[in-house]
C-alpha cells in the first residue's frame, strides 16, 4: 500500500501494518521520544500495538528534540 | 533478555545504536554544532522530523546517553538532563506556569528552592501557596482552578520530612493537578516515584548520581503519568505531543531558550556514576544508620533525626515508601551553636562542606549557611534551628567514621 510518511509517498508491503510495526520497519531513531500523527490526529502511546496503517494514510513521524541555534 | 537489576540496567543501558566507532563507552561528544549532509537534512531536523543533532544547547550525543540510561533506571516515559538541580526545578516551574498561576507547596524546602519560589518567581507573578504535606485536605483546599502544580521533596532537606506521597497524590490526581516531587535525596534506586503516583521526578544528579560530586547536574523525568490536556499551559501542547507533551515544551521552549544544558563532559561524568550508584548508596544508608544510632546513644547529643531510626516521627511512611533503606542524610542537635562549631572544628575526616550524598562524609550547620540569608523567625519556620548539624554519610569504613565523631563530640561542650 501507498502511504506518505513525513512528506514522502512511500509503498509498504505488509498487511496489518501496526503503528508499533512501521516504527520498527522505518528503524525509527529514539521511538520512546517520536510522536506518531496519522491524518494529522496523534496517535495514543497505548494504541501503537494495535492502530493499524491503511493506505493513503499520511504519517507524520515527529520529534520533540528542538531547533537549533 | 530483560534486565531486571538496577545495577544491571545501570551499567548495560539500553540496547540501542552501535556507537560510530564501536566504543564501549560513550565518548565525550565536546562539540558544539553537528554537520549535516544535505539541506533537507537539517531542514528536516528543525522541523522535528528527522531525530538528529544540531546544536549542544539543544541535544548532545553524549548527553542524550545519560538520559536514556536514566530512563531506563527510573520507569519514566522521557528525561531531560540539566545543568543543575535548581535549573531541573526552575525549567519545571516555568514549563508548567502560565500567567496567575499558582502553586502548592511547603516551607521545608531546600533553602535554594525556597529563594528560587519566593524571591525569583514570586515578583514574576507566580502564586506560592504553603501548607503542610502532612496534612491532604490542606492541600486539597489550597488547589484552585489557578494552580498548576503540587510541589514537593520526597525527603527534606534538612528537615528530614517524609511525605506521604500516595496519600497526596490520591488528591492531585482528583483534582488534574501534577505532582512534582524532587527526588535528590533517595534517586529512583531508593524510591520508584512512578509507582507512587508522582508526576514529575527532578534530581539534582550533583548527589548521589555524579559518583562522588564530579560534577554538577539535574535532571527532569515525565513518569507519563499525568494527562496533560488539563493543564493550562500545556493544553494545546497536548494536541501535538500527546503524552510528550511537557517535555516537548522543555526541549522546544524553556530548556532551549533558558540555556539550561548540561555539559556533554559533565554527562559522562555523571554516566559513570550512574553505573556504581547502587553499590555506593547501598553503602551510604548503612553507614547514615550507623551513624544514627552511635549518635542517639551519645550524652552530648540531644536529638537525632533519619528516617530509619524506628522512633522517628517519619519513619512509619519512611518505611512504608522506601522499605528498608532510608538515605544517607541526618541532622542532630547539639546543646547550642557554639558546641556545633566546636564538633565540626575537631573533625578529622568528616569535611566540613556544603554537599550531600558524596562519596565523602560531610557535615554542615545550616542555620549559618544555606539558610543565613533568613530571618531567625524564617528560619525556624523552615524548621532550622542554630542547634542543628547536618551530616552527609559518604562511603568510608563506619568505624573511622564514627571514631572521628567521639573524637569531635569530646571538645564540644554540653
Known sequence: MRVTINGEVETIDEADLSISRLLAIKQVESPDMVSVQVNGKIIARQAYDHQLVVADDEIEFLYFMGGGA | ?414
Not at chain 2, 523552615?382 to 567521639?406: K, N
Open chain 2, 1 to 414: 533478555m530483560t534486565m531486571k537489576g538496577f545495577a544491571t540496567r545501570a551499567i548495560h543501558g539500553a540496547a540501542g545504536k552501535r556507537e560510530a566507532f564501536g566504543a564501549l563507552r560513550m565518548p565525550v561528544y565536546d562539540s558544539v554544532a553537528f554537520e549535516h549532509e544535505t539541506a533537507a537534512s537539517i531542514a528536516q531536523t528543525f522541523a522535528g522530523r528527522k531525530p538528529a543533532h544540531v546544536y549542544s544547547r539543544i541535544s548532545n550525543p553524549t548527553v542524550q546517553d545519560f538520559e536514556q540510561r536514566l530512563k531506563l533506571l527510573s520507569g519514566g516515559i522521557a528525561v531531560l538532563a540539566l545543568s543543575s538541580g535548581m535549573a531541573a526545578i526552575s525549567n519545571t516551574i516555568m514549563a508548567l506556569a502560565g500567567a496567575g498561576a499558582n502553586i502548592v507547596t511547603t516551607r521545608n524546602l531546600f533553602g535554594n528552592t525556597f529563594s528560587l519560589f519566593e524571591r525569583t518567581f514570586k515578583p514574576w507573578g507566580l502564586g506560592v501557596r504553603y501548607v503542610s504535606m502532612e496534612n491532604p485536605a490542606e492541600i486539597d483546599r489550597a488547589i484552585d482552578s489557578a494552580t498548576c502544580a503540587v510541589y514537593l521533596e520526597s525527603v527534606t532537606n534538612p528537615q528530614l520530612e517524609v511525605a506521604d506521597c500516595a496519600l497526596i497524590g490520591e488528591v492531585t490526581r482528583q483534582r488534574h493537578v501534577p505532582l512534582v516531587v524532587d527526588n535528590t535525596l533517595m534517586t529512583p534506586y531508593l524510591f520508584d516515584t512512578k509507582q507512587a503516583g508522582i508526576d514529575i521526578e527532578l534530581l539534582s544528579t550533583t548527589k548521589y548520581i555524579s559518583g562522588g560530586a564530579t560534577s554538577v547536574g539535574g535532571a527532569i523525568i515525565d513518569n507519563g503519568t499525568f494527562n496533560w490536556e488539563w493543564s493550562a499551559k500545556l493544553a494545546s501542547g497536548a494536541e501535538k505531543a500527546g503524552a510528550l507533551a511537557f517535555m516537548a515544551s522543555l526541549r522546544q521552549e524553556v530548556y532551549r531558550n533558558t540555556g539550561a544544558c548540561l555539559a556533554p563532559h559533565h554527562a559522562y561524568l555523571q554516566t559513570l556514576g550512574l553505573e556504581t550508584m547502587s553499590l555506593r548508596i547501598d553503602r551510604s544508608c548503612d553507614n547514615a544508620l550507623r551513624l544514627a544510632r552511635f549518635l542517639a546513644g551519645h550524652p552530648k547529643v540531644r536529638a537525632v533525626n533519619y528516617p530509619g531510626l524506628e522512633g522517628a516521627a517519619s519513619h512509619p511512611v519512611a518505611r512504608r515508601q522506601f522499605g528498608a533503606k532510608f538515605g544517607g542524610l541526618l541532622t542532630i542537635d547539639l546543646v547550642d551553636r557554639e558546641a556545633c562549631y566546636e564538633l565540626m572544628d575537631n573533625l578529622r575526616i568528616i569535611r566540613l562542606a556544603t554537599n550531600l550524598n558524596d562519596n565523602k562524609s560531610l557535615i554542615l550547620h545550616p542555620w549559618t549557611t544555606i539558610y543565613a540569608e533568613y530571618s531567625p523567625e524564617e528560619r525556624l519556620a523552615m524548621g532550622v534551628r542554630p542547634t542543628m548539624l547536618r551530616l552527609s554519610a559518604g562511603i568510608e569504613d563506619h568505624d573511622d567514621l564514627i571514631e572521628d565523631l567521639q573524637r569531635g563530640l569530646g571538645h564540644s561542650h554540653d
